[in-house]
């Protein structure tokens, strides 16, 4: 698309040495918006290691790997430059050992006491059975609900715990003279947690190795598919995406050419109504300022949603007793280019005959 803008005309008159040198000066300006077809993407390579050799050899692998499938998905990549390595030495707590994974268990019971005169017996039963909690139906005041709780390192320890206690309350409550079809369990689970002992905490010395580069890409419609290469190779992006155009100078020499063709027009147009004619330019001066859109990133939502149910369908399915949860779906980003906005100001200084 193209648009021509032309400023208005100042005529003046110039006298130099007593003879009048008539001027005329006109502006025009040309617009034009193309499409980038050139990204220009700064990635990041980092890795950690104890071993300052190993962190390097890992760093290049990655970064071999990362070239050699770009190569199989027959991928055109203008360059690849690295402008920035460095290493890094940190001193980190070393909280790896220190970690643990403890096994929580929780089985929720019911009793049903008809005889009133038992329920002191069931209290001090709790008690001594360390029962978390034990408290009565808000509605029908002869059911009680109880809460187990029992952790170990070992899932099956926990488990075995906590439905050791609920065998023991049951047979003792049989005593007391409560039907056992009256002691149920009707919710149970068990999960795992990591935590940390109190083990003193070590200091560990890393070597970090930084490769930041830069990729051009020529064909931009590819542009996501390099990403995700790149994370899957463990190279993050850098900053922002920067578009361009391969045939700029082409570009600029046409909106010139065209802004300058109509300064003319125009002063050819003012000239009509005199008896003067359009002489030769004196001065030319011009200037092409770019206007670069931000990269688009549309979340494809459509993908997303049907992730989303999926995760609640898993979810819903999951038995209580499941040790891990499902992951909630990460939503898919769009990298889209916009146009890039070229204007073309050209002031000429026509001389008038």
Not at 64 to 85: A, D, M, P, Q
Not at 202 to 218: D, G, Q, R
Not at 320 to 342: C, G, M, N
């Amino acid at each position: 698309m193209k648009k021509i803008v032309l400023i208005l005309t100042l005529i003046f008159s110039v006298f130099t040495f007593g003879e009048p040198i008539r001027k005329i000066s006109v502006t025009g300006n040309a617009e034009k918006e193309v499409m980038p077809d050139i990204a220009k993407i700064n990635f990041r390579v980092y890795t950690k290691n104890e071993n300052l050799k190993k962190a390097g050899q890992e760093n290049s692998q990655n970064m071999e790997n990362f070239k050699s499938e770009l190569r199989k998905k027959n991928i055109s990549v203008g360059s690849i430059e690295t402008y920035n390595y460095y290493t890094q030495k940190t001193t980190e707590r070393d909280t790896a050992e220190n970690k643990k994974t403890e096994y929580y268990t929780t089985l929720y019971f019911t009793v049903k006491i008809t005889d009133l005169t038992k329920i002191p017996d069931l209290i001090s039963l709790a008690e001594s059975s360390k029962i978390k909690s034990l408290k009565s139906d808000s509605t029908d005041k002869s059911i009680y609900y109880g809460e187990i709780n029992r952790n170990s390192r070992e899932k099956a320890t926990a488990i075995s715990d906590t439905f050791k206690v609920y065998d023991n309350v049951k047979s003792q409550l049989s005593r007391l003279g409560i039907n056992s079809n009256d002691i149920s369990v009707y919710s149970y689970s068990a999960v795992s947690k990591e935590i940390t002992d109190n083990k003193p905490l070590k200091n560990k010395e890393y070597h970090n190795i930084y490769n930041n580069f830069v990729l051009e890409l020529k064909d931009i419609n590819k542009i996501n598919d390099v990403i995700k290469i790149a994370e899957n190779n463990k190279i993050n992006i850098q900053g922002s995406i920067a578009f361009d155009i391969s045939n700029k100078e082409q570009k600029e020499s046409e909106l010139y050419n065209t802004a300058y063709e109509q300064t003319k027009t125009k002063a050819a147009s003012i000239l009509r109504s005199s008896e003067m004619k359009l002489g030769d330019p004196l001065v030319v001066s011009e200037s092409i300022s770019y206007q670069n859109q931000a990269v688009m990133e549309d979340y494809d939502y459509r993908q997303q949603i049907a992730g989303d149910e999926d995760y609640v369908s898993k979810a819903m399915m999951m038995e209580v007793s499941a040790e891990k949860t499902v992951p909630a779906p990460e939503p898919q980003v769009d990298y889209k280019p916009q146009v890039i906005k070229l204007t073309q100001n050209v002031s000429v200084l026509f001389e008038m005959k």
